[in-house]
């Protein structure tokens, strides 16, 4: 599947729903999805999951907000947090982290794009 950018930035405003609300009862395809670029004003963001019998087996970063050093350096921090954090909670909710918002909400977003992808009609 080819990744599309969307023109909408990442923001605490722009949040998506609580997982109950997105993924209840959804049954999701086995086998790495990607899903669609997450503009921020620091770089886009991309990740693909790996799903195996309904739960979250591994996350890729594929892009990171990379627009200038230290922009590259906080997303590479923030997401040797997030990546795990999203496996072991089985959850695209994770915390958004100090310093790293923009980050933390694009990750956030990737997430539930690339669920969103794994979703099974």
Known sequence: MAATALSESATA?????KWPS????AVFADGPTTGRVVR???GDMQVRIVMKSGRIDAV???Q???RTSTSEKISR??????????IEKQDWDVDVISGATQTSVAF??????????????
């Open 60 to 62: 890729e970063v594929l």
């Open 64 to 66: 990171l907000p990379d």
């Open 13 to 17: 405003e722009s949040r998506p729903q």
């Open 77 to 86: 921090d923030a997401l040797q947090v997030l990546t795990p954090l999203a």
């Open 108 to 121: 956030q977003r990737a997430m539930v794009y690339a669920l969103r992808a794994a979703e099974l009609p």
């Open 22 to 25: 997105l993924f209840q009862g």
């Open 40 to 42: 921020t004003s620091y």
